[in-house]
């Protein structure tokens, strides 16, 4: 895993993407970017890598700060909603509603050794989280501040 992660954090310089890094509990990796939606907001991107010794890791990407329902009372269409987008417009990403009303988009893969399959799928999904928005807000109303 630390030549993966020192090819990953070289391609994320090459690329000028800033990012932060923690080691989370069992050696995990977390990489947190945040990506300008708007002047006011930004799409936060939460990478998890397995620490492995093997030849391949997972790793799950996960948007946040999509949409944030307005009412959790409206999860019943907001549900109908994810549904809809995820049979047509997210592809190997999948839309989920938590508990909190948070609209967030995620990826789970496995990686090898090359870096670029991973960083590939940080900036696809960031254009698919930014092109949610718009039918987002016009099937839900405008998204909630976060705290």
Known sequence: MSQF???????????????AYKEIENGHHLYRFQFRVTKETALVVEVIIQNTDKDYSDAQVIYRHIHMLRDYNARGRALEVINELNEMKTGYYGLFLS??????LRSLLRIGTDPRPLYDTI???????????????????ESAKRN
């Open 99 to 104: 508990g909190d009303g948070e609209i967030f």
């Open 5 to 19: 992660k020192q090819d990953f954090e070289a391609l994320l310089n090459e690329k000028k993407l800033p990012s």
């Open 123 to 141: 900036v696809l999904g960031s254009a698919i989280a930014k092109g949610l928005q718009p039918q987002l807000v016009s099937e839900l109303g």
